[in-house]
């Protein structure tokens, strides 16, 4: 399985975190910002990066995450990959959560930037240590299977307990299925490993 599948699903959802907005003053951002949701939930993408381009362009984090995944599918845009790469690292940089993962699946894949694994995994643990259940997933899997880190029952075992704890669906199969393989020992390293996470 390639790690960019994975930004897809991001993708998809992209638009229903916002909820929150609600409890703020509505400046012309986040006004900007919901007519863009708007028309994205309405199907009509034009509008939709018309209105987050004028959000992200004030500063405004959501709206330059999903600035970067229209550039990435070409929805209301031309695909553009280092505008993507551009947008998402501007929210990435303040700390919006799924803007690291996404950041790390393109420095995973390469495009937009140079491929460069390490600040990959970087990205997605930051993420994770965030609370993104995608990344820690992904990492989990990594970790499993030795993709572009070195095998690691502990930290595979660590991680999907992470994505265990902020609900990922297929965490506890996952979990399981990495116990199957692992003696007394590892189990204590990652249940100690996982807890020194939760505290710090």
Known sequence: MKLL????????????????????????????????????????YDTAYREFAIAAETGLDVAQYNLGILYFTGRGVDVDYDQAFKWTQAAADQGHIAALFNLGTLYFSGQGTGADEDKAVELYSRSARSGSADAAI???RMYRDGESVSADP??????????????????????????????????????RLFARWQIQ
């Open 154 to 191: 502990v930290q595979a075992h660590a991680w999907a307990s992470m994505a265990l704890n902020n609900e990922h669906i297929e965490a506890a199969l996952l979990r399981d299925e990495i116990e199957r393989g692992m003696n007394p020992q590892q189990m204590s390293e990652a249940r």
């Open 5 to 44: 599948n994975l930004l897809f699903p991001l993708i998809r959802s992209s638009y229903v975190a916002l909820g929150l907005l609600c409890l703020v003053p509505i400046s012309p951002a986040l006004a900007d910002y919901e007519a863009g949701v708007n028309a994205a939930f309405d199907g009509d």
């Open 138 to 140: 992904t990492l989990a």
